[in-house]
């Protein structure tokens, strides 16, 4: 069974941080692409950042700059360090996790972060 479990969401004023978890279980983790979306009221999901099976990153113009995606294969958690924060990153924030070779597709149920100004 495969689960991936975000954590680290919450109400913060502008300009803190916040670090967001994913912790994933049922995968073989390093085989596997992580990225984080987001979405807000009303909005469509997005994507946030990833980070490849090689390391390899990109990001969302929005949060360039700012976030920082990241993953320990030995714990088999995936990392999103959100500095600067602004209240238009305020959103439910889910991690994805697909496979490099089978391709396969997994969501967690998201966690939310609120940026007051």
């Known amino acids: 069974q495969v689960q991936l479990v975000e954590s680290g969401g919450g109400l913060v004023q502008a300009g803190e941080s916040l670090r967001l978890s994913c912790a994933a279980s049922?995968?073989?983790?390093?085989?596997?692409?992580m990225a984080w979306f987001h979405q807000g009221p009303g909005k469509q999901r997005e994507l946030v950042a990833a980070i490849s099976t090689n390391g390899s990153t990109n990001y969302a113009d929005s949060v360039k700059g700012r976030f920082t995606i990241s993953r320990d294969n030995a714990k088999n958690t995936a990392y999103l360090q959100m500095n600067s924060l602004k209240p238009e990153d305020t959103a439910v924030y889910y991690c994805?996790?697909?496979?490099?070779?089978?391709?396969?597709?997994?969501w967690g149920r998201g966690t939310l972060v609120t940026v007051f100004s």
């Open positions: 994805n996790a697909k496979g490099r070779y089978s391709g396969n597709e997994y």
């Open positions: 049922g995968v073989t983790f390093s085989f596997f692409t």
